[in-house]
């Protein structure tokens, strides 16, 4: 399939920012800028977390999430108030090794003074994996031209406690056709309607979103499924993955996966794959990262 990712934007400059952009400082005609306060700057920031213990990525009232841990850790390094953006939304118990946020401070921190200082303080199931400083017309969600997710099942007698919550567990006496898999998988590639594949829509959220790559590989008593698209709609990878289930189980016709893309009808697939196997793998900010992912996925 022939790949047509978005024009790569410029993302790599970097520029300064006042603090209070609107407090420029003017009598009559005059054009001269206070400088007395400190440039504001945007950093972004890789994040990795076990899911397992969270009630999901966004940020909530009561609820332990990844964004009030994260909030709470920068707020007390830099001394403010922070909230923090993310490139992708993940449910309760879904993990990430690539997760991106961005946050802005006026704060004299350098980056590794940033890197050091979280993973001081952040629970052990969060990690920063890299951090730099990066332009203001950088955004971790709308900046990206694609995502990675993967999907771990397991095919075994047994469930291992140890692996339990990171593998979707499918018992190896129950009908499974790794062949079915590989083939009907392929069928999400292109650019389609998925909003079959997801209970709700942001208000004004594009339900068509482009795959670039469903691929599936088998390592002993492993399955791995990797996706590769443009964009996710809420849960569309929880329950594309739990019809292709479906059908390589025998429990759904072979023609579900084709007749729920060409028949797009709001949350019309029911099934929901369990999130515990399901990862973030890397968000892709460049037409070439785009393309390297595409021609050797991860693992391959």
Do not use: W
């Not at 999430?65 to 994260?70: A, D, N, V």
């Not at 729920?260 to 709001?266: D, F, G, I, T």
């Amino acid at each position: 399939m022939p790949l047509t990712p978005p024009h790569n934007r410029d993302r790599g400059k970097t520029s300064n920012r006042y603090e209070d952009e609107g407090d420029r400082q003017m009598g009559g005609n005059t054009n001269i800028e206070i400088t007395n306060r400190p440039l504001l700057r945007n950093f972004r920031a890789t994040v990795a977390y076990d899911g397992a213990g969270f009630s999901g990525s966004q940020l909530q009232k009561v609820d332990r999430t990844i964004e009030s841990e994260l909030n709470k850790a920068l707020s007390k390094i830099l001394a403010h108030p922070v909230r923090v953006k993310s490139a992708s939304r993940t449910d309760s118990g879904v993990h990430a090794t690539g997760q991106v946020i961005s946050f802005r401070t006026s704060a004299p921190r350098t980056v590794e003074e940033l890197y050091q200082g979280l993973n001081s303080i952040l629970p052990g199931d969060i990690r920063i994996t890299d951090c730099r400083e990066t332009g203001f017309d950088f955004h971790p969600r709308f900046s990206a031209v694609g995502k990675v997710y993967l999907y771990r099942i397991l095919r075994a007698r047994e469930l291992p406690p140890t692996s339990r919550h990171y593998v979707l567990f499918v018992e190896d006496h129950k009908p499974f056709d790794l062949d079915l898999l590989v083939s009907y998988a392929k069928e999400f590639e292109g650019k389609r309607d998925f909003r079959s594949f997801s209970p709700r829509l942001e208000e004004g959220e594009n339900p068509v979103k482009e795959i670039y790559l469903a691929d599936v590989r088998e390592d002993g008593q492993l399955v791995e499924i990797r996706f590769i698209g443009s964009g996710f709609l809420y849960q569309m990878v929880r329950r594309m993955t739990g019809l292709l289930l479906a059908v390589t189980q025998g429990r759904e016709s072979y023609k579900s996966v084709s007749e729920a893309l060409m028949k797009p009808e709001k949350g019309r697939v029911k099934y929901n794959a369990k999130p515990g196997g399901l990862f973030l793998e890397k968000v892709l900010y460049s037409d070439n990262d785009l393309e390297e992912a595409i021609s050797k996925p991860a693992g391959s």
